[in-house]
């Protein structure tokens, strides 16, 4: 099965640039979209198709993706962007599959 | 505005059944495939389901296959899931999901419901 990896934890002092990794065989291939998780709520979409951003969310959230690993880019961070951030694509034979989630501390 | 409200979640015991229900408005509702996705309290996301835009095609993770059913009721602006032989793993938060307008055979959630809980326990 196809399996995606994120760190556990990301921490960032407040201000400054988070990034979030999500690695696996060849993910550039694939369109990469990303969720953030707050407690007690359902993930908000925050980037899809890699690197498109939904109306709403702030310009400080980026994506990228090339070789084996995509990346959500968080430009200076706020208070309010802790929270938790998982990667998701789709696989032609299992259907959707999620990275494991990154939990994002603002320092 | 976009809402998606889901519902139905209930403590159940092992080898039960249970439907969940998922309630749509502010969009077309019958231009869009749903899914549904799980999340085991304080662990990560898991996908468990999928239905097209007229409830002529679904799929669903392995762990659920042949246990649960999805299905939609267009006229209702609503989809279900039908959970039957629930096991003590199928405990989690069940979150109904719209599929993205700008998928193109690679799916995204740019929705989601609240989430229902569902407790498998004797």
């Known amino acids: 099965s196809y399996e995606l990896t994120q760190p556990l934890s990301v921490s960032v002092a407040l201000g400054q640039t988070a990034r979030i990794t999500c690695g696996a065989h060849?993910?550039?291939?694939?369109?990469v979209h990303w969720y953030q998780q707050k407690p007690g709520q359902g993930p908000v979409l925050v980037i899809y198709?890699?690197?498109s951003r939904p109306s709403g969310i702030p310009e400080r959230f980026s994506g990228s993706s090339s070789w084996n690993t995509a990346t959500l880019t968080i430009s200076g961070v706020q208070a309010e962007d802790e929270a938790d951030y998982y990667c998701?694509?789709?696989?032609?034979?299992?259907?959707?599959?999620f990275g494991g989630g990154t939990n994002l501390t603002v320092l | 505005e976009v809402q998606v409200v889901d519902s139905g979640g209930a403590v159940v015991q092992p080898g039960g059944s249970l439907r969940l229900s998922c309630a749509a408005s502010g969009f077309i509702f019958d231009d869009h495939a749903m899914h549904w996705v799980r999340q085991v309290p304080g662990k990560g996301l898991e996908w468990v389901s999928l239905?097209?835009?007229?409830?002529?095609?679904?799929s669903y993770a392995d762990s659920v296959k042949g246990r649960f059913t999805m299905s939609r009721d267009n006229s209702k602006n609503s989809v279900y899931l039908h959970m039957n032989s629930l096991r003590p793993e199928d405990t989690a938060f069940y979150y109904c999901?719209?599929?993205?307008?700008?998928?193109?055979?690679?799916?995204?959630?740019?929705?989601w419901g609240q989430g229902s809980l569902v407790t498998v326990s004797s």
């Open positions: 999901a719209k599929e993205g307008t700008y998928s193109s055979g690679w799916p995204y959630f740019d929705f």
């Open positions: 198709r890699d690197s």
């Open positions: 060849n993910i550039g291939d694939k369109n």
């Open positions: 239905i097209n835009w007229d409830g002529t095609s679904t």
């Open positions: 998701q694509v789709w696989d032609i034979r299992t259907g959707g599959v």
